[in-house]
């Protein structure tokens, strides 16, 4: 399967505008979770390749920001196009490297044309506002222009969608853009900055607004302590956040972070099941529980526990497991074994813990890919909310924990450190208006009867706490990647002070 694996993604790449040759080398493997092995080699970047990056796409801003807007926009909306045009490339290469299924890899295909649909309509609408002057012949007015060059870190479990949302927004408002991805999905980022590149030449914008930067840990940090990159929008772990940010702010640089998410979904005593129980395992079990959205913990009235968790499991038990690009298939499998030893060593301290294996947890082998790791969902009853299920593991793990009403449902949700999304099945209204507002909910996301995962490019996207607070795609979210100018203008012919002031 390697070979023919191989030979498939070599296609890919070449559909995808791709000189195979050009990035052929041997400083880093690009592997596929289908099989566990290598692919093929890649170049990567040096702490010198890096910074030259940097250095071009600077001057590429330079030019860029003098483009009206409106003009601007042509670019994402020629990137849109193309990826259209090669929507089943790209998709084939993402369930290659992040072994989603073929309709989550298309899902995320078309993310990222919608962000480019969305980007070009914002690039007419980037309003400020103008505002009454106290003195008379003065007007105030507030304009927003470009950072400079953004830099866009990203992870393995969304590896094109989120590099989207931050280069659309990031062209249509002025900026250039690096780009450092997950080095364990080196071949989409590639892929991306390929039709990325063909639609700058299509419109004639600068040719490095683009740039792409391959390889390990320190080469991003020549990315995240460069004075030159104005914004740098970091999606991972908690961890890598606390990292990112101190660093960035050491230099008075501005840090949009997407982090960790613990994410639980409350369901009520007047919860319609038939919606609640499909809803939870999509959100659970979806891209085998590697979604930063992913639902980890689902707090259940204990009237109905029983009830939802025999439904759960007995929809667990049908879930097909296997070949991603097999159309019936619903989880494929984890990233890594280092993804498969920490879902492990999770449930053995669930079970420490009080914990009662419901279902899943098993690792599931086949013969032609002994080196990948799939593995059955797993559902967990939990006494109570103890260690491990208040940390996040990036895999397919819910807890499950009841309570007696809905304060305590809501205290239950907000005590974990994370507060990305959130959800509630419910039929009272009273209920859903409750957890939604202020004093329900803490997180940037909340849902009313659908699942925690499925965002779409419409909101802005992001979380608190932990999560990093940092807002991407939807609504304002354009606005992290502008500087704000408020500007004063006197047409009275005489020198009038703020506030009263007379100097004479």
Known sequence: MTTDLTARTTDALRT????????????????????????????????????????????????WREVPAPVRGQTVARLGELLTEHKQALAELVTVEAGKIKSEALGEVQEMIDICQFAQGLSRQLYGKTMPSERAGHRLQESWHPMGVVGVISAFNFPVAVWSWNTALALVTGNAVVWKPSEATSLTAIACTALLDRAIADTEAPSDLGKLIIGDRAIGEVLVDSPKVAVVSATGSTRMGREVGPRVAARFGRSILELGGNNAAVVAPSADLAVAVPSIVFAAAGTAGQRCTSTRRLIVHESVADEVVDKLA???????????????????????????????????????????????????????APEGHWVKPAIVRMPSQTDVVMRETFAPILYVITYTDLAEAIELHNAVPQGLSSGIFTSDQAEAERFISAAGADCGIVNVNTGTSGAEIGGAFGGEKETGGGRESGTDAWQGYMRRQTTTINYSGTVQLAQGVDFG
């Open 16 to 63: 995808l505008g791709v000189d195979v040759d050009a990035i052929s080398g041997s400083d880093l493997d690009a592997r596929s979770p289908l099989t566990g092995q290598s692919l093929f080699g890649l170049k990567a970047d040096t702490a010198e390749s890096t910074a030259q990056a940097i250095d071009a796409a600077y001057q590429a801003h330079l030019a």
């Open 314 to 368: 007995k929809a667990y038990d049908s879930l097909a497991i296997g070949d991603p690009f097999d159309e019936s298939t619903l989880v494929g499998p984890l990233i890594n074994a280092d993804s498969y030893e920490r879902m492990q060593q999770s449930l053995a301290e669930a079970k420490e813990q009080g914990g009662e294996l419901v279902t899943g947890g098993d690792r599931v082998e086949f013969d032609h």
